[in-house]
C-alpha cells in the first residue's frame, strides 16, 4: 500500500487549507484512514480518522469543529478539510492507513504512513 498526500502550504490565521492522501495497493474493504500531525520539537498526534466503509469519523479536541474528514469511495482518496486555521496547527501533516478495521475510526495501530506535507499557519 502507498500513500501520497498533497494539498500542504503556507496560509494566515483563520484561512483553509484542503489535504489530500491518494492510496493505492491492496487494501481490502474493511480499513480505516486517519490524519496525524507533527509540530517541531513535538511528537506526532492524531488528528482525525474514518472508516472507508461506514463513514464513521473521530476528531481530536484540538480540531473538532474546525476541520472535517472526508473520503471519495471512488478515486481512493482521503480529504482533510481544515477551517479557521490558528498558528498552533503548524506542523507537517501525514495520512495512514489501518488494515482490517471493521468498526469505528481508531487513533492507533496503523499500518501504513504517507510522506507528509507541511502546514505553516502565520499570525
Known amino acids: 500500500v502507498q500513500l501520497q498526500a498533497s494539498g500542504g502550504g503556507l496560509v494566515q490565521a483563520g484561512g483553509s487549507l484542503r489535504l489530500s492522501c491518494t492510496a493505492s495497493?491492496?487494501?481490502?474493504?474493511?480499513?480505516?484512514m486517519g490524519w496525524f500531525r507533527q509540530a517541531p520539537g513535538k511528537e506526532r498526534e492524531f488528528a482525525a480518522a474514518?472508516?472507508?466503509?461506514?463513514?464513521?469519523?473521530n476528531y481530536a479536541d484540538s480540531v473538532k469543529g474546525r476541520f472535517t474528514i472526508s473520503r471519495d469511495n471512488a478515486k481512493n482518496t482521503l480529504y482533510l478539510q481544515m477551517n479557521s486555521l490558528k498558528p498552533e496547527d503548524t506542523a507537517v501533516y501525514y495520512c495512514?492507513?489501518?488494515?482490517?478495521?471493521?468498526?469505528?475510526?481508531?487513533?492507533?495501530?496503523?499500518?501504513?504512513w504517507g510522506q507528509g506535507t507541511q502546514v505553516t499557519v502565520s499570525s
Open positions: 474514518i472508516n472507508w466503509r461506514s463513514g464513521t469519523t
Open positions: 495512514a492507513l489501518r488494515l482490517a478495521t471493521d468498526w469505528g475510526a481508531p487513533r492507533t495501530g496503523y499500518n501504513y
Open positions: 495497493g491492496r487494501t481490502g474493504s474493511n480499513y480505516g
